[in-house]
């Protein structure tokens, strides 16, 4: 087990070395015309209805008129007629008058801006030099050393899974594809041939948005390379094809659980295994890199649960595999839902790979044994070579898998001498 992490450590430590950087904001003002990318407008309609409550909402808060303003957008939350941009900006705004009404007012000034992300200044890109990322590695790794681009195309998420934070954190909303080209333009002209990190939770949630945005890319003749996290039901052969010839080289997306009782339990939409597999094997035609999450220790898993999704997980196929140990973060349902079960007291223990809550079919032990087994299960096997190095051909690929056998063999054999158990796959 000792070889298998570090392996895994060492593995991951190169793919933090080829990762992005962040880095600082500051203004940039320049306005181009796209024909391929029209700006999506009115984004939220200030005239009738729950809106005018939430007009009147928006200048209490600006005025630092907070207790006159929870009223207003509290109407606007409980309205289920309310547009999606309507609930995401009082929530918003409502969030704002709670850390206004605690703290400093100065904190609420910027929060329509921050709403409307086209009127957010680009970051200082120009500030971090034009020393050029190289590409080393060849195909073993997918970012260039020296540096990506963390761009953000939208932010928030409008899924509701009960476990993650960025549900809680903000409203969805997204920029126009007008002022992403503007921004990835300004990228590719300062920075040759930039390799680009979308950041966004859910980079394709809007089909057509993608297509234009892949367009666009394309007429410009903008030279990049990026990469997206998503989900998988939101994509099909024809998108990919499109981001594809746009520059996309690599996409990470959520699985979680094999089980659709658990995941449902858990607030997250099943997507068909079936799906899941024609959408790897495009991905894997195309050249795409992908990178699969997984996540261990919601309240139905079991041993075997888990070591069902270890199976699945290599099944599939994705080019990396990321395993996490549930975490119950504050303020999001789950730990609503799970809070009397959360022992652990260090927040910095909360790392999604350190078990937190007492689980009630696995122990402490069990979940970090599980969780190391799926590093060395997924990782320490030939085929996770080949699927790295693109190798298709059908007849490797049938030795490989025989050759997988066998290390999952040894493996079994070290599973039960460590805890009488094996990770069955
Ligand atoms: S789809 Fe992903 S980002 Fe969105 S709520 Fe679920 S886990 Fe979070």
């Known amino acids: ?139 073993l790794l997918v970012r260039p050393i020296g540096g990506a681009f963390p761009v953000l195309a939208s932010r928030g998420c409008p899924e509701f899974c009960t476990y993650c934070p960025h549900r809680i954190l903000a409203g969805h909303r997204e920029r126009s594809v007008a002022s992403i080209i503007e921004e990835l333009e300004y990228l590719c002209d300062s920075h040759p041939n930039p390799y680009v990190i979308f950041r966004d939770p859910l980079f394709t949630q809007d089909r057509a948005r993608c297509f234009a945005l892949a367009d666009e890319i394309v007429a410009r003749g903008l030279k990049l390379r990026f990469e997206c996290e998503t989900r998988l039901d939101r994509l099909d052969e024809s998108l990919l094809r499109s981001l594809h010839r746009a520059g996309l080289r690599a996409m990470s997306f959520g699985v979680e659980s094999l089980d659709p009782a658990t995941l449902k339990k858990a607030g997250r939409r099943p997507i068909p295994p079936e799906h899941q597999r024609a959408i790897l094997s495009f991905c894997r035609s195309l050249g795409i890199k992908t990178a699969a999450f997984y996540v261990f220790g919601f309240l139905q898993d079991s041993w075997d649960s888990i070591a ?39 927040w910095e223990e909360f790392d999604g790979f350190t078990p937190t809550f007492s689980h009630p079919n696995l122990t402490t032990r069990e979940m970090k044994f599980l969780l190391g087994a799926a590093y060395a299960r997924f990782y320490v096997r030939p085929t996770f070579v080949a699927n790295l190095l693109g190798i298709q051909s059908a007849p490797i690929r049938q030795v490989l898998r025989k050759l997988d056998t066998r290390v999952f063999a040894h493996q079994s054999q070290r599973e039960i001498e460590a805890v009488s158990r094996a990770v069955s796959c």
């Open 1 to 139: 087990m000792r070889i298998s992490l570090r392996f895994v450590f060492a593995t991951m430590l190169g793919l933090l070395l080829a990762s992005g950087q962040v880095w600082s904001a500051a203004a940039k003002e320049q306005k181009n015309e796209y024909p391929n990318a029209t700006r999506k407008e009115p984004k939220l309609d200030m005239s009738s209805g729950n809106q005018k409550d939430l007009n009147k909402a928006l200048e209490l808060v600006n005025n630092n008129q907070y207790d006159e303003a929870m009223p207003l957008l509290q109407k606007v939350l409980d309205d289920s007629k309310a547009s999606k941009y309507a609930r995401a900006l009082a929530l918003e705004a409502k969030a704002q008058a709670e850390s206004g009404k605690q703290d400093d007012a100065s904190a609420v000034k910027d929060f329509r801006a921050a709403y409307d992300l086209d009127a957010l200044p680009f970051p200082r890109w120009d500030l971090i030099g034009q020393k050029r990322a190289r590409q080393v590695g060849g195909k």
């Open 308 to 346: 069902q999704t270890i199976d699945y997980a290599i099944q599939l196929g994705s080019t990396f595999a990321q395993f996490k140990i549930l975490t119950p973060y504050p303020g999001t349902p789950l730990w609503k839902q799970m809070s009397h079960l959360v022992y652990e007291k260090n």
